[in-house]
């Protein structure tokens, strides 16, 4: 049966459902216009086998911005992605491709977004998503010739705008909210209002196959993913993530409750977790809180908050760790980054080591979780500094749960604003990842040695760190380091370091295929 909209998620993304399928179905749905989720992501997951897990954890993401890696990939399963991306668009009426597209889903759409354009010329093209924060992002796309709009900002009113005009015969390049190629150039079609958080319908999770998310040992496998803010209240200068969005908006408290109410109706017996996909919940305090009150006082709802990411900030007291703790948050996630408050001012991370410490304290208190993010090797950290922060794990061990030390040290996040001062800041134009400052005291080689002196320093505290999401902390050693020197140049170190890869992994087949065209550009 053909539709006239498809909604698709490329990989790479997460083995949960995509929360923007979701709530761009539901638009369409509230709408009155026909549309289907298709994500390909975990079917191509499933399809590929339990062997290439390793292609999915998220920490090894690089792998999908290599296109040689996208085209073996996808070039695999080109019946599977025709039968759920092509066909099911109708041959002879226009109709509707949107993809929701981040950094690493980038060349798999692109990819897709050809086999659809060469399949149904017929069909409208849309990209969207966080991706497009980044204006070349944006004109490399729409060059590609298979991308005919990319939709800016908050999406649901933009897809149900497009939609209609397709289905009433008109021109969707006349909808606001859209960058499209005019005369050669990248135009906008107006700008869009951002949406009321409240008035969203509710996500629409029964377009998707959850049965689907039942991978073994997946962590989010009964969690009820909601995105209750858009933005953030702080403006760190490595920040890359809150850049979609302009300052902090947020669902109220009763909004968020309906919505999990809703949710645990519809699917009973699905979900005893919830996670927050927002990248700071705790940036209203009052919508916490009320959100808190109305669990307790209903005692159908029992879940347990997982990874809630929150800013460290003097109002998270123990009064108010021990409310949410009541209400099931259980687990609490702080950018905690240095020990030192010299880098935190670098950083401007709006909190002092002081003030991290109290909060820390307290959440252990209240009876949650408390898992604490660092980083190694800030522009400008010195050694002094690295030795605060090890001190100040030194203190906060006892009352922090899980250390999850970065194992990108520090990336040159590309809509960050420090990526902005790469030049003032001394840092060279080279990898987001294994960049180096141009004086050479801060090299990618200099911050593992960091962040394996911290990692030592953990296991002589006893203290938890974290070991990643899902693939072996050995195996990323050596692949990262491998990646470094092939960036660098080096293609002997490379070599050597993806030979160590094979020694752990040695069905690894990526390893395998990058060994081969390094031996190949040597001969
Ligand atoms: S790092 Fe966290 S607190 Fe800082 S701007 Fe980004 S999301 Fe906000």
């Given at each position: 049966m053909t539709t006239p909209a498809l909604l698709i998620q490329c990989p790479l993304?997460?083995?949960?459902?995509p929360i923007s399928l979701a709530q761009l179905t539901a638009s369409m749905t509230r709408a009155g216009l026909p549309a289907r989720a298709v994500d390909l992501n975990i079917g191509l997951f499933h399809r590929r086998g339990?062997?290439?897990r390793h292609t999915w954890a998220w920490e090894n993401?690089?792998?999908?911005?290599?296109d040689a890696v996208v085209a073996d990939v996808l070039g695999a399963h080109d019946d599977y992605i025709v039968s759920s991306?092509?066909?099911?668009?109708?041959?002879?009426a226009p109709s509707l491709a949107g993809f929701s597209v981040n950094e690493c889903s980038m060349r798999s759409s692109l990819h897709v977004a050809r086999r659809v354009k060469a399949l149904r010329p017929k069909a409208f093209v849309l990209f969207g998503g966080?991706?497009?924060?980044?204006?070349e992002r944006i004109e490399r796309c729409l060059r590609s010739?298979?991308?005919?709009a990319v939709a800016l900002g908050d999406g649901e009113e933009t897809v149900v705008d497009v939609a209609r005009s397709l289905s009433q015969g008109?021109?969707?390049?006349?909808?606001?909210g859209l960058r499209v190629l005019r005369g050669g150039a990248v135009v906008s079609t107006g700008e869009r209002e951002p949406v009321d958080l409240d008035a969203l319908p509710f996500l629409?999770?029964?377009?998707?196959?959850?049965?689907?998310?039942?991978?073994?040992?997946?962590?989010?496998?009964r969690s009820l993913m909601i995105m209750a803010s858009r933005g953030c209240i702080r403006r760190c200068?490595?920040?890359?993530?809150?850049?979609?969005?302009e300052g902090y908006r947020f669902m109220s408290g009763r909004r968020i409750y309906d919505e999990i109410r809703h949710q645990l109706a519809a699917h009973?017996?699905?979900?005893s977790e919830l996670k927050f996909?927002?990248?700071?919940?705790?940036?209203d305090m009052r919508r916490i809180r009320e959100l808190c009150e109305l669990i307790i006082a209903d005692p159908s709802v029992k879940l347990s908050w997982e990874e809630v990411n929150c800013v460290v900030r003097p109002e998270m007291d123990l009064k108010t760790l021990r409310l949410m703790r009541a209400a099931g948050c259980r687990r609490i996630t702080y950018g905690?980054?240095?020990?030192?408050d010299r880098v935190l001012r670098l950083m401007r991370k709006g909190q002092t080591a002081a003030m991290a410490e109290r909060v820390l304290r307290d959440t252990h208190q209240a009876g949650l979780v408390a898992t604490a993010n660092f980083m190694f090797?800030?522009?400008?950290?010195t050694e002094a500094d690295f030795e605060e922060t090890l001190e100040f794990a030194r203190r906060v061990h006892p009352f922090v749960d899980m250390f999850y030390p970065?194992?990108?040290?520090?990336?040159?996040?590309?809509?960050?604003p420090m990526a902005r001062r790469r030049e003032e800041l001394g840092?060279?134009?080279?990898?987001?990842?294994?960049w180096s400052t141009r004086d050479g005291t801060n090299t990618y080689p200099v911050r593992l040695a960091r962040y394996e002196r911290f990692s030592r320093l953990l296991k002589e505290l006893g203290a938890n760190e974290s070991p990643?999401?899902?693939?072996s902390l050995e195996l990323w050693r050596w692949s990262s380091l491998a990646q470094y020197h092939e960036q660098r140049g080096d293609a002997r170190q490379a070599r050597l370091c993806y030979e160590e890869c094979l020694k752990l992994d040695p069905d690894g087949a990526l390893v395998r295929a990058r060994l081969a065209r390094l031996k190949e550009a040597a001969s």
């Open positions: 993304w997460g083995f949960v459902p339990a062997g290439h993401n690089t792998i999908w911005l290599d991306c092509v066909d099911p668009l109708p041959e002879d966080q991706a497009f924060a980044e204006p010739g298979v991308v005919d008109r021109a969707p390049e006349s909808c606001p629409d999770y029964a377009a998707l196959d959850l049965a689907a998310y039942d991978v073994p040992d997946n962590l989010y496998q200068e490595f920040c890359g993530n809150r850049a979609p969005w009973p017996g699905r979900f996909y927002d990248i700071v919940v705790n940036g905690i980054e240095s020990g030192s090797g800030y522009p400008g950290e970065s194992r990108t040290f520090v990336t040159m996040e590309p809509l960050s840092v060279d134009d080279g990898h987001d990842v294994y990643g999401v899902n693939s």
